[in-house]
């Protein structure tokens, strides 16, 4: 069996809504159109399915799998990078889901640590990692931390401790807390072929400053076009102008905030961005209200004109 490979994850990915129909059920119609907007529209190369955005904690097993394979699908040949995620409560599915993205041509897997029974320790949370990832040991394989939802506070330096002894396909990790002394260890441990991906949409250029190798956001769906030109601005050390549009993104998410930001209203702001109708969310996260979005909507379209 030919062994993960070590391609770079770089750049910008989005971290995808799940359509649903008005009755709430997966709509894999607009999968092809979503791929045709984030390409075409918001100059992104990279997915990131069935994460915290793509609501797959609130989606069976089985709705996952059809999502993941129409994704794929609709993706391939134009993106670099389709990462599925398959976290569950349970290894079993978890395992079954990492299976399965290994069978449809995923270029890799990511896991959230379980959170109805958290691991208190590395060592706990490093062996359910591993069980997953032998499940699919030709995919590269990368730690999801989002301590906020998890309410999981092991450090992830902790975590990828000479991990590649207990899983050869380990290549990075999806950072997606605040901890800025963490993330620093994590990028100064990181191995020359790990990615190592910011996950704070609003903290991104501090991110970046600490050495992240690409990012994985749910705003990136409808902002990715000003956040490329943020990169860019990073890479060629204009600073002025990288937190110009840092601050910019930063006013929007702590306006979202003051209202009320949740899923059901970013998903919200996506269908309105976009023009693709993603749908509601799923419960018991509740719809966002037309007014809500209204304003959100109009925030930014001040912010970006
Ligand atoms: C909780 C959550 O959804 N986190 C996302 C990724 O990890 C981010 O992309 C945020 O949505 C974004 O930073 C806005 O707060
Ligand atoms: C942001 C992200 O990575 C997620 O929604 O899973």
Request: contains cysteine.
């Amino acid at each position: 069996m030919a062994p993960a490979n070590d391609r770079k994850v770089t750049g910008l990915l989005a971290a995808t809504f799940t359509p649903l129909t008005a009755q709430g059920e997966v709509n894999l119609s607009v999968i092809g159109p979503y791929v045709d907007y984030l390409t075409e529209k918001q100059g992104i190369k990279g997915i990131f399915v069935n994460g915290t955005t793509g609501e797959s904690m609130s989606l069976s097993v089985a709705e996952r799998k059809d999502l993941a394979e129409e994704w794929c699908l609709r993706a391939k040949g134009r993106m670099d990078n389709v990462i599925i995620h398959v976290g569950c409560m349970s290894l079993k599915d978890s395992q079954d889901l990492a299976r399965h993205a290994a069978e449809i041509g995923a270029d890799g897997i990511a896991v959230i640590s379980p959170s109805f029974f958290k691991p208190r320790t590395a060592d706990a949370l490093r062996r359910f990692l591993q069980e997953v990832a032998s499940a699919a040991p030709t995919l590269p394989f990368y730690y999801y931390q989002i301590p906020s939802f998890t309410g999981v506070n092991v450090p992830v330096r902790d975590v990828i401790e000479d991990i590649e002894k207990l899983i050869p396909s380990f290549r990075g990790v999806k950072f997606s807390g605040s901890d800025l002394l963490d993330f620093g260890q994590c990028v100064s441990y990181s191995q020359p072929h790990w990615s190592v991906l910011y996950g704070v949409d609003e903290q991104l250029l501090a991110g970046l400053a600490m050495g992240a190798n690409g990012a994985v956001g749910s705003t990136y769906n409808y902002m990715g076009c000003y956040v490329n030109q943020m990169i860019s601005a990073f890479e060629t050390k204009d600073l002025v102008k990288a937190r110009t549009i840092q601050f910019k993104i930063q006013e929007l998410v702590r306006y979202a905030i003051k209202l009320g930001f949740d899923i059901g209203v970013n998903k919200q702001l996506m269908t309105e961005v976009s023009g693709l109708h993603l749908g509601p969310p799923r419960l018991p996260v509740m719809p966002c209200s037309p007014d809500l979005a209204q304003l959100i909507i109009q925030k930014y379209q001040s912010i970006f004109v």
